[in-house]
């Protein structure tokens, strides 16, 4: 027999997990079904070797490119998601980038809804996830309707002559906006010891604002949410008029489970929520659930980035090194009008992580790995790509993904790379020494990189040209909903997990109201 829930969750990251923290206290009976487990908590989790070159923890999925070629995807199942590896940089987009925008390369189509009904969100999601940082600082800062919770993560030597040496130059350098428990007024009751193994890494101290630390923990602890681990969903089936998913149907370590929902939420990441949609085609939706308009699995975007490291002309000792961030060539500058995008570190590289990259063998006659990690100062840039239809996920002929992209909207990167690169003289750096980053951190992140994924199941007003409607609720399907990032019809180019947290407790504050 089919248990049945008020909602039933498909996933625990950004979306899923925060959906079920503001659906929790409401008694509703609520199942979160989660495709993998824990993440074990090991010395591994902070050793270099074992997450960046062994991909100890990526999951085992296999991929397929347009051309048929395989690859491993760099995507990660268990409890909270893709955000027990990520860099916890919590960015709202900017004003702007809800309102259409002409790019070099097209155009970034608008949000159905504006800033202004996300700001309250944004806010919250800043509140819960525990947001430092300091208002005022960036000058492309979206209006905000207080100060951040916890003040911003101070900088660490290098890090503040960095800040200070782009402040000289007429750069408006800022502290990147960080979800870590971190107390520096009072170390010793702090949860976060500042490592150098964070972004990227699971969080052995359990002090990085995660989905299963934040969200997925506390809603656990009510009575009425109940968590099934190593459950992947196969398939959603509706009645016989379409209009209503009553079974989802999940491998339960092995086992085909059935579970039923008043609301089924699904926030499986980009990808595997427009696969999930895809493999659930039935009569009345012959393309793929709630996929009359074509769209579902359409305008994948994951972000133009690269990331690279720079040889610091004096030692750079800093262990957190995620504390800065510049937004000044955001939407241009007098010699390119286009949006160029967002520059902020990310976390410390060390010798081991280059043991797996071939460009560092470029400076093996120069330096060795160890004097390059002892001045290595890395950098994240970040550009906008554009949702073209043709990006797309679709399924191969045994059911797996499918991911046809070619990228857009180039010349905004390079044209931000070579400001950064212009300014290195000036701000001690060897500029004639950059090496690029491998795995998620490569130069030109490769198709596998796909830490940004967002676009497959965009939301709108109209139904022919988009999947869900502004609730984040599928135009063709009334009790399903979706939130994860596929919901965004365009990615702005700051990282977009918070703006999945803030959706997720808008559409929970929806939910709410529905099933009162």
């Given at each position: 027999m089919t248990e049945h829930y008020d909602v039933v969750i498909i996933g625990s990251g950004a979306g899923g997990g925060t959906i079920a923290h503001r659906l929790a206290p409401s008694g509703k009976k609520i199942l979160i079904l989660e495709r993998g487990d824990w993440l074990p908590r090991e010395p591994q989790n902070w050793d270099a070797t074992e997450t960046f070159v062994k991909n100890r923890y990526v999951s085992k999925d296999?991929?397929?490119?347009?051309?048929?070629?395989?690859?491993?995807?760099?995507?990660?199942?268990?409890?909270?998601?893709?955000?027990?590896?990520?860099?916890?940089?919590?960015?709202?987009?900017?004003?702007?980038?809800?309102?259409?925008?002409?790019?070099?390369?097209?155009?970034?189509?608008?949000?159905?809804?504006?800033?202004?009904?996300?700001?309250?969100?944004?806010?919250?999601?800043?509140?819960?996830?525990?947001?430092?940082?300091?208002?005022?600082?960036?000058?492309?800062?979206?209006?905000?309707?207080?100060?951040?919770?916890?003040?911003?993560?101070?900088?660490?030597?290098?890090?503040?002559?960095?800040?200070?040496?782009?402040?000289?130059?007429?750069?408006?350098?800022?502290?990147?906006?960080?979800?870590?428990?971190?107390?520096?007024?009072?170390?010793?009751?702090?949860?976060?010891?500042?490592?150098?193994?964070?972004?990227?890494?699971?969080?052995?101290?359990?002090?990085?604002?995660?989905?299963?630390?934040?969200?997925?923990?506390?809603?656990?602890?009510?009575?009425?949410?109940?968590?099934?681990?190593?459950?992947?969903?196969?398939?959603?089936?509706?009645?016989?008029?379409?209009?209503?998913?009553?079974?989802?149907?999940?491998?339960?370590?092995?086992?085909?489970?059935?579970?039923?929902?008043?609301?089924?939420?699904?926030?499986?990441?980009?990808?595997?929520?427009?696969?999930?949609?895809l493999q659930s085609a039935n009569d009345r939706h012959p393309n793929g659930l709630a996929n009359g308009s074509d769209h579902v699995g359409r305008h994948y975007m994951f972000h133009n980035s690269r990331a690279f490291l720079a040889i610091s002309i004096e030692r750079n000792d800093t262990r957190f090194q995620k504390t800065l961030g510049v937004n000044d060539y955001y939407f241009g500058d007098e010699s390119f009008a286009f949006p160029m995008g967002n520059v902020q570190m990310v976390g410390k590289s060390s010798a081991p992580m280059y043991r797996g990259e071939k460009p560092i063998a470029k400076l093996a006659p120069l330096f060795a790995l160890e004097e390059v990690a002892e001045h290595a100062v890395d950098f994240w840039l970040s550009a906008e790509d554009l949702p073209d239809p043709d990006n797309r996920v679709t399924l191969g002929n045994h059911g797996d993904i499918v991911l046809t992209y070619t990228p857009n909207n180039r010349q905004p990167l390079d044209e931000l790379y070579s400001r950064v690169k212009h300014n290195l003289g000036h701000l001690g750096m060897h500029p004639h020494h950059l090496v690029p980053r491998d795995l998620y951190m490569k130069n030109d992140i490769p198709v596998a990189g796909c830490a940004h994924q967002a676009g497959t199941v965009r939301f709108g007003d109209d139904p022919a040209t988009s999947v869900l409607d502004r609730d984040c609720r599928t135009h063709e399907v009334d009790n399903l909903y979706v939130v994860d990032t596929s919901f965004f019809p365009s990615i702005g180019a700051v990282n977009p997990a918070l703006t999945a947290m803030a959706n997720a407790l808008r559409v929970g504050d929806h939910l709410l109201a529905r099933l009162a």
């Open positions: 296999t991929w397929f490119d347009h051309t048929g070629k395989a690859f491993q995807p760099q995507v990660h199942y268990n409890v909270g998601g893709a955000t027990k590896f990520y860099g916890a940089a919590l960015y709202r987009l900017r004003e702007r980038d809800f309102g259409e925008i002409q790019h070099h390369g097209g155009i970034s189509p608008a949000w159905p809804v504006a800033y202004d009904e996300f700001e309250p969100y944004y806010t919250q999601a800043e509140e819960l996830y525990q947001v430092h940082g300091a208002r005022g600082e960036d000058p492309t800062e979206p209006p905000s309707s207080g100060p951040y919770p916890f003040p911003p993560v101070s900088h660490e030597p290098r890090i503040q002559k960095l800040f200070d040496d782009m402040t000289a130059i007429g750069l408006h350098p800022f502290h990147s906006p960080s979800g870590i428990m971190l107390n520096e007024a009072n170390p010793a009751y702090s949860p976060c010891i500042r490592s150098a193994t964070c972004d990227g890494f699971a969080c052995l101290l359990h002090a990085k604002s995660d989905a299963e630390v934040i969200a997925v923990r506390p809603a656990v602890e009510h009575a009425n949410v109940t968590l099934v681990r190593n459950a992947e969903v196969r398939r959603l089936e509706t009645d016989d008029s379409g209009n209503t998913v009553t079974s989802v149907v999940a491998d339960v370590e092995g086992v085909e489970q059935r579970f039923s929902g008043d609301v089924v939420v699904v926030s499986a990441g980009a990808a595997n929520s427009a696969k999930l949609l």
